[in-house]
C-alpha cells in the first residue's frame, strides 16, 4: 500500500554540516550540502516509516504526531509559528 505523508522540512547550517528536520514526524539527518542533507533525511524518513508500518505502528504514529488522514494522504497539522528568538538565562 502506498500512501502520501505531507511534512515540512527545515534546512540550517551547523559548523561546516548542513542538518535537516523533517517537522512533525521530528526526524533530522545530515549532508555537506543543503541539497544532500534533504536527500538524507529523506532516506532516513522514508527508513522511520517504513519501520513503523512493519511494526504496526504507522497509523498510531502518525496520529501522536498530529497527522489527520484524507484519503490515501496523511495531512501534517499546519505550523502556526516558526521563528527565532534569543532568551536570556542566568547561570
Request: proline residues 3%.
Amino acid at each position: 500500500m502506498t500512501v502520501r505523508i505531507e511534512q515540512t522540512v527545515q534546512v540550517w547550517k551547523e559548523a561546516d554540516t548542513y542538518v535537516a528536520r523533517a517537522v512533525p514526524l521530528d526526524v533530522m539527518s545530515c549532508g555537506d550540502t543543503p541539497e544532500e542533507a534533504r536527500k538524507n533525511l529523506a532516506e532516513a524518513v522514508d527508513l522511520f516509516l517504513k519501520t513503523a508500518s512493519a511494526h504496526g505502528t504507522l497509523v498510531e504514529v502518525l496520529e501522536e504526531c498530529g497527522y489527520v488522514r484524507q484519503g490515501d494522504e496523511w495531512r501534517a497539522p499546519k505550523l502556526l509559528l516558526s521563528e527565532t528568538v534569543t532568551q536570556s538565562v542566568h547561570a
